[in-house]
C-alpha cells in the first residue's frame, strides 16, 4: 500500500519507499495457493468483498431519480481522479471503469495523481484499468520508477508473466530499498513463470537484504516449501518472526514448513502459540488438527 508522496510507503504496513504502491497479491491468496499437505488444503482468505453495488441506471422507485454511481459520473466539475475516488468508494466499479478513458485522456495530470489514482483502482481489483494508468505513468513519466513497478504489479495480477518482467527490468535505477523492491518483485514473477531457481535467488537476495519485510519473508518460505527445502523454509520465517513477532502468517507458515519437514512436535507448539495470540485465526485450527491427527 502507498500512502502518497511526502508519506512512508508501506506494503502491507511495512516501510520501504516513499511514493504510493498497491499491495500485491492479497497475503491469503498467496498462502492459499501453496498450503497444501496430504488430504488437506489450507486456504487463507480474507473476509469476502461485496458485490459491485447497484447497476447506472435510474432507480425503478422513483421516476426520474438516479443513482449515487451516475451522479458521480454526471459531477464533470470535479477532477476526475476525485470522481474516480469516490465512485470506488461507494462501491460503483462501474462508474470508476467508465471515467478511465477520460483520465488517460486528461492533459497535464501530476504523477502523484497518475499513482494514486492507479493504486485506487488495484486496490478494487480493478487490474486492467490500473495497468492502463500505471501504462500512462510511465509513459509521461518516464524517469519515476514507481510507476514501472506499479505497473509490473498489475501485470503480474493480469497474469502478464513476460510482460510484467519486461516492465520491472525497464524500470530505471534508483535507491538501494527500490532495488530491493526490484529484485523481490521479479523474483515472484520468475517464480510464476516457473523459473525456480531464478526466483528463489531473487527472493533470497531482497530477504538478505530486508529480513523485516514480512512479504520478502512469506514469497520466500513458500517458494522453499514448493520446492520441498523445508528446513531453509523453517530458517526463513524463524528469523523473519524475530522482527514481525505478532504476524499468524509467518508463525502459520513456520508451522506448516515444520509439519512438511518432519518436526510434528515443533509444528504442534507453534500452533498452540499462534492460537494463543489468535484464536480466531481458523487456518491454523486446521493445521493443527492435520499435526494431532499426525500423532
Known sequence: ???????????????????????????????GALLIVPSLLLIIAQEVRAGNGPLLTPSPQIAGEQTEGAKIARTSFRPLADQIKDALAKGYPDTARMLVPK?????????????????NL???????EAADVFG????????????????ALAELALRKYPAALSTIQKAPRASQPQEVARTYLRGKIELALGQGAQAEQDLAAAFTAAPQ???YALDLGLAYIRAWK???AVEVFEKAGSFQKDSPFLLLGLGLAQNLGGQNAESIETCHILLSR??????????LAFALSMQ
Not at 519507499?17 to 497475503?27: A, C, F, G, N, P
Not at 483520465?103 to 493504486?119: K, M
Not at 488495484?122 to 486492467?128: D, I, R
Request: net charge neutral.
Open 1 to 31: 500500500q502507498y500512502t502518497g508522496a511526502n508519506q512512508t510507503w508501506t506494503w502491507q504496513n511495512r516501510p520501504v519507499m516513499k511514493i504510493s504502491l498497491w499491495t500485491d497479491l492479497r497475503r491469503g491468496q498467496r498462502l
Open 103 to 119: 483520465f488517460l485522456a486528461e492533459p497535464n495530470v501530476t504523477a502523484d495523481t497518475v499513482l494514486r489514482t492507479g493504486v
Open 122 to 128: 488495484a486496490q478494487h481489483e480493478l487490474f486492467p
Open 136 to 151: 500512462r505513468c510511465v509513459k509521461d513519466h518516464p524517469a519515476l520508477f514507481e510507476g514501472y513497478y506499479n505497473l
Open 213 to 215: 519485510e514480512e512479504n
Open 230 to 232: 523445508y528446513q531453509p
Open 278 to 287: 489468535h484464536p480466531d485465526f481458523s487456518p491454523v485450527r486446521v493445521l
